[in-house]
């Protein structure tokens, strides 16, 4: 059972100081640049049980990444979440709550309660470990953008996959792709047809540096459908020697990307967008995701094709 | 028509009678007539056509869309209840051939029917038909992937998200409590300086125990949904959560290590109570298997909507086909009907228009019909009305001209043939003339009678007898083929001859030689090719001796009281002229007292009577037989021949000479 400690309670009543502050009054003033402070706290916090642990620290540079949106942040802060619960049930053997992105314009506010949510789990985790935690909010007088508030939270991503025993394997990223082929197969609902296409051949030896260069792929094709429909999405600079030292953690990063930018053309493009949730599929290696991803592709030259040449359904007048 | 004005056939232009009439009119009206039939014919057919090809149309829809329709219905349904089937095959077993049968009834029955039913509907006036078809295919799609996603995760283990908590999150904690446990175990094991009592290693072992039994009946909950087996581990939490405090109560008894340990398994079991309840949680809702929550929620209702929806297509496609067959069996009964109005109607018009135009052709040709039958009766004296102008006025004109040009012609021949006739009977008359007078009684035993009756056409008949010296006298009866003026003359010249005796370097007592003279005189190529047949005879009164020759002639019959049967007299010989230098023979007889010898022409026997019988040779001999007892034998024959022939007229001249011999 948890050890109530007076630092610990402490600490807490300052968090949630803070939270109450954001959920206030303020959060529709809600920039970047606070959420980046808070993503900053959390990263101090998480270094402290990192070294209680004595795992390494991150050593990858940051993602180089442009015309980051709130929207994309907030599926980062989602994958943070995740990652944190899954570092707090293999030290405290809790849980935290799963939120789900809401389904509407996503504001700075709405990433910070993600991170809030991650920062409250990181904080049980340091109290139940009886660490002794600095309770303060990281300022910086530059302001930031959700550009900034992206890397920092793809940082603090990769380092929780260091310090996890169970770290985020082929499997994750097989669910984040299923859950895009899940918002494409949607999209690919305004022209009749067949919405998922027949997985292509499965092929030995894949690895996650395949896997991670077929879903760039994926996400121009996405920038491509997105362009048409006269939307933006964020520009990712990948160098080609990172690609080869990929981890199945920045490979699920990026599946959660795609998803992230999927989710947001099918809520914008869609009446109804997609409800799937991806389900736990057991053990898979990189080649199992490869294929899957070939799925993912196919849909998404498909409406590529589908935009370039034919009218949608809808202006049909379906 | 108008009629043209009656022409002046005394004075016909040619030219202008040519211009008059139009060449090629009467075969204009017959091809319009023909044209008019024809034309009533093809109205009546383009209207069975019209009618039979949308008979057609109506049986093509049936066939060609409705019937197709309704067996791409069906065969859709069908593959969509067997995709759901191997579905839950798929789901309930996870037999690989589940799925290949799932794939081939959606690529095999599905796919190919909803395709064929669009072509068949492609271009449906029905709009209500093509919007269900637009949703149809929007469900389908939806369909499609429904099962795809309870495809993808049937066989997998996010299926059952209550396994999952339990093997990522209570499956580790439990790990955790028997690995501590077991720890503690060990270091009794190992005599560790502890105060433990026997009653601590029983609560220990109880609360293992338990934990064993909890998780046993979380297995069974997670497993088969058991309340029973949800009631049973919370028993068994409680009672191990009881054996815990029991044990947290001693554990000042445990060594510091074991104490550690004790903590750690009264910190984690609380966590593996959470999870395993969370895991029994998700057992208990409804989406516990995630396929089956899929097929439920999704892909039952979506093949529920759209079987319903084919269905009522089916059956609204059925409805219509029946509705539709009732209409081409309407319509082929109405067709029927109307064409039998139509062929009746047709045969109708067809017998007015084409008699009305029959009569306006035939009125002419009848009349001109009727016109030469008078004409040909002599009784036609006016001209016929020229109604038209086309080869039938053309022939109606030249046909009142032929009449003109007839009656002139018969006239003229009227007036030679009465001139003709007076000169043939002026022949006759001249022929009659020449012959000698019957002899009535000689005192040299020989009388000789007559009878001559020249044809209406003249033949070419003479006879005579004269005394060549005082004891013979020589008789001859002569007969020219062909009959006229031309026959009588060559007759009369050899009657001369014979009467003048002018035959030169000739016996006139010797008749082959007489006959011989003949034929020299009288060759046939110097007669436009006429010759005579002759008999010739020369009989000495006192030796009673008839010499006789004949020259294609028939034999003269010499009766004899002595003899029964007549006698034949004649010879084979040429007729006169026919053959240059023939030779001739002649025989004699000797005539009996009270004999009588009978010279006559073929006029006389070769006759026939209304039976076309002929008389012949025998019939004239029978009827002179029968004469003989009568007074005027040879009028009795010739009233004999006449009532033979029914008929006072001979269509030959008739010479008939009667020489009597005392």
Request: proline share 5%; with cysteine.
């Amino acid at each position: 059972m948890r050890n109530r400690q007076p630092a610990s309670m402490l600490l807490l009543f300052a968090v949630l100081a803070i939270a109450s502050r954001v959920e206030g009054s303020q959060s529709a003033n809600i920039t970047p640049t606070d959420v980046y402070g808070h993503v900053q706290a959390v990263a101090l916090d998480l270094d402290r049980i990192r070294l209680y642990m004595g795992r390494p620290r991150i050593t990858q540079k940051e993602i180089q990444v442009r015309g980051v949106a709130p929207r994309e942040v907030i599926y980062q802060a989602a994958t943070l979440c995740e990652k944190v619960n899954r570092l707090s049930y293999e030290l405290i053997r809790v849980v935290g709550d799963k939120p789900a992105v809401p389904d509407r314009d996503i504001a700075p506010a709405d990433v910070l309660k993600f991170i809030h949510l991650a920062h409250e789990q990181v904080t049980e985790i340091a109290k139940t470990l009886q660490l002794e935690l600095n309770p303060r909010l990281m300022t910086d007088s530059e302001t930031k953008t959700p550009t900034d508030v992206y890397r920092a939270v793809v940082q603090l991503n990769r380092q929780i996959n260091l310090m996890l025993d169970q770290r985020f394997s082929p499997s994750d990223v097989y669910e984040q792709v299923s859950l895009a082929i899940a918002h494409t197969a949607t999209l690919r609902s305004r022209w009749s047809g067949r919405r998922i296409p027949p997985e292509p051949d499965w092929e030995l030896g894949k690895r996650p540096a395949d896997v991670y260069r077929l879903l760039l792929e994926c996400l121009e094709l996405v920038r491509s459908i997105a362009e048409q429909s006269d939307l933006q999405i964020l520009e990712l600079s990948v160098d080609n020697a990172d690609i080869n030292n990929v981890t199945p953690s920045d490979v699920y990063d990026i599946a959660s990307l795609l998803v992230s930018e999927l989710a947001y053309l099918d809520r914008l493009l869609n009446d109804i967008p997609s409800k799937r949730r991806a389900r736990y599929p057991g053990r898979k290696v990189p080649s199992d995701v490869f294929q899957r991803v070939g799925i993912l592709k196919e849909q998404l030259e498909e409406i590529n094709a589908l935009l370039e040449s034919q009218s949608p359904v809808e202006e049909e007048g379906r | 028509m108008s009629t043209p004005a009656r022409p002046d056939y005394e004075s016909i232009d040619w030219k202008e009678f040519e211009r008059r009439f139009r060449t090629g009119a009467l075969r204009a009206k017959l091809m319009r007539l023909a044209f008019t039939v024809t034309a009533i014919g093809i109205v009546v057919l383009l209207i069975n056509l019209g009618a039979l090809f949308w008979l057609r149309s109506n049986v093509e829809d049936l066939v060609k869309a409705r019937a197709p329709l309704v067996d791409a219905s069906r065969t859709t349904q069908l593959g969509m209840q067997r995709a759901l089937a191997s579905l839950r095959g798929w789901v309930a077993l996870g037999d690989p051939a589940f799925r290949e049968d799932h794939d081939a009834a959606w690529h095999g029955d599905i796919l190919p029917g909803v395709d064929r039913i669009s072509a068949l509907l492609d271009g449906e006036a029905n709009e209500d038909f093509r919007k269900r078809l637009t949703e149809s295919r929007t469900r389908l799609d939806d369909l499609w992937e429904s099962q795809w996603w309870v495809a993808d995760v049937a066989q997998t283990p996010g299926n059952e998200p209550a396994k999952v908590e339990y093997e990522l999150h209570v499956l580790p904690v439990k790990r955790d409590l028997e690995a501590s446990l077991f720890e503690i175990a060990e270091l009794l094991g190992e005599g560790d300086g502890s105060a433990v009592t026997p009653r601590d290693l029983a609560a220990l072992s109880l609360f293992q125990q338990q934990l064993a039994a909890a998780d046993a009946a979380l297995h069974e909950a997670i497993d088969f949904g058991h309340t029973s087996a949800i009631h049973e581990f919370e028993r068994n939490v409680k009672r191990a959560r009881s054996q815990l405090a029991e044990l947290d109560s001693r554990v000042e008894r445990f060594s510091p290590l074991q104490a550690e340990h004790l903590t750690g398994v009264a910190r984690e079991f609380p966590w593996y109570v959470h999870h395993a309840r969370n895991a029994i949680q998700l057992r208990s809702s409804d989406q516990w298997n995630v396929a089956q929550h899929l097929m439920a929620t999704e892909t039952v209702p979506l093949t529920r909507y759209l079987s319903a929806t084919l269905d009522s297509m089916a059956d609204e496609q059925t409805a219509l086909m029946r509705q539709d067959s009732d209409h081409v069996s309407l319509a082929a009964n109405s067709a029927f009907i109307l064409s039998m109005i139509l062929i009746v109607m047709m045969v109708l018009i067809a017998y007015v228009v084409t008699n009305r135009r029959a009569h306006q052709i035939t009125q002419p040709v009848d009349r001109l019909s009727v016109a030469t039958t008078e004409l040909a009766a002599g009784i036609l004296t006016e001209d016929l009305p020229i109604t038209t102008d086309d080869e039938l006025g053309k022939l109606t004109f030249a046909f009142n001209h032929m009449r003109i040009n007839l009656q002139r012609a018969e006239a003229s021949l009227r007036d030679a043939n009465e001139h003709m006739q007076m000169e043939l009977e002026d022949a006759a008359a001249y022929v009659r003339s020449i012959l000698p007078r019957p002899i009535d009684s000689d005192d040299r035993g020989i009388r000789i009678d007559w009878r001559f009756i020249a044809s209406s056409e003249l033949g070419g008949d003479s006879f005579g007898y004269h005394w060549l010296d005082d004891e013979h006298i020589a008789i001859y009866l002569l007969d020219v083929s062909g009959h006229g003026v031309g026959p009588a003359m060559l007759s009369i010249s050899a009657h001369n001859a014979l009467r003048q005796r002018t035959l030169p370097a000739t016996d006139f007592h010797r008749p082959h030689e007489v006959l011989e003279a003949l034929n020299r005189a009288f060759p046939m190529r110097e007669n436009q090719n006429k010759f005579f047949t002759i008999w010739y005879g020369v009989y000495n009164w006192k030796t009673r001796e008839l010499s006789y020759a004949s020259g294609g002639h028939h034999p003269a019959v010499l009766l004899e009281p002595a003899r029964p049967e007549p006698a034949d007299l004649g010879m084979r010989n040429f007729m006169i002229g026919a053959v240059d230098d023939a030779e001739y023979e002649s025989a004699a007889t000797s005539v009996g007292p009270g004999s009588r010898l009978y010279v006559f022409s073929d006029g006389a026997f070769e006759i026939r009577n209304r039976d076309k019988e002929m008389l012949n040779m025998p019939g004239l001999t029978k009827h002179l037989q029968e004469a003989q007892p009568q007074e005027d034998r040879l009028q009795t024959v010739l009233e004999s021949t006449r009532r033979w022939q029914e008929s006072d007229d001979f269509g030959d001249d008739y010479s008939m000479l009667e020489i009597s011999f005392t």
